[in-house]
């Protein structure tokens, strides 16, 4: 039984390469994994289908909105462990990089994420962790997040709503 479905795009889709943790489609769109502890996990489904490929037909920051509109409807089931409950996603083409960070939200039904771009002339590293650090409300050019993010937060008692949220502080196990 699927989980959700995408709707395909109209006109060109896109032939990709596959490796263990790492995607690449024909026109340079490319996609690496890691797994990162969480402090909210959720029960997987029944069908553990593999879905991700699908995604191989758009931009990163496409890809960043489905996701994340994906995973608020249908829910994100990552291991019931909050070891890695979570994953780090880095999303690429040849001018631009993001870090997508996602775990299930506090009902088990949904998802908690946030997407940051990674600077020009700017490196980063996904060593099983989650990585962003205080996301800005107020910069739509740079992050990206859930709507969910800050209220779940707050309603555990984790963040107190002063300042900006510390992603990792918040969610992620230390």
Known sequence: VPIGYID???GTTYGYWDAAYGVM???GLSMGESSCSGRLAAEPREDE?????ALLWIGELCAIETMGGLAGKYGFYGTTSVVEAGEALTIADKSEAWVFHIMADDTGKGAIWAAQ???????????NVFVIREIDPDDSQNFLFSK??????KRLGWWDGAGKL???KVYSVS
């Open 8 to 10: 395909m795009p109209e």
């Open 25 to 27: 489609n024909e026109a």
């Open 49 to 53: 289908s593999d879905t991700s490929k």
């Open 117 to 127: 771009r990674v600077p020009k002339g700017h490196a980063t590293m996904v060593p």
């Open 148 to 153: 969910n993010i800050f209220e779940v937060a």
């Open 166 to 168: 510390d992603f990792v």
